[in-house]
């Protein structure tokens, strides 16, 4: 994972690297189908996550209520072997990151009390 995350920030970070993967990232996600389903991407982390789970606790109750839904109608249309109408799909600009920074967030702190933790008393 943090791998991905210094590579996806190098490729940011030069304009003309960006410019070039854009397009690719583009229709990689358009071919993965989830936004056909009505999900985000976000929607679709692995929640077996300790990390994962307390950012979930910490969503506020609109966002839970409308990841829980957005999951639910996903399961329907799966069960019935359907997409969405082409209007309801998630457009790619309504698919944004609305968990990530809640999981940055854990992360964080639990990276400050690992560090906490490993402190020795100096004599």
Not at 4 to 33: E, N, Q
Not at 38 to 58: F, H, P, S, T, W
Not at 66 to 89: N, V
Not at 91 to 117: F, G, M, N, S, T
Request: glycine share 2%.
């Amino acid at each position: 994972m943090a791998l991905a995350k210094v590579i996806a920030d190098g490729i940011k970070s030069r304009p003309a690297l960006y410019k070039m993967f854009r397009p690719m990232a583009d229709k990689y996600m358009d071919l993965a189908g989830y936004r056909k389903i009505g999900l985000m991407y976000d929607d679709i982390v692995a929640e077996e996550n300790d990390v994962v789970q307390q950012a979930l606790k910490r969503l506020p109750p609109k966002l839970k209520y409308d990841r829980i839904f957005r999951q639910r109608r996903a399961t329907q249309c799966s069960i019935a072997h359907q997409l969405l109408p082409k209007e309801e799909w998630i457009k790619a600009e309504q698919d944004i990151r609305y968990l990530r920074p809640y999981i940055e967030e854990v992360e964080r702190e639990i990276a400050e009390r690992r560090e906490l933790d490993s402190l020795t008393k100096a004599k």
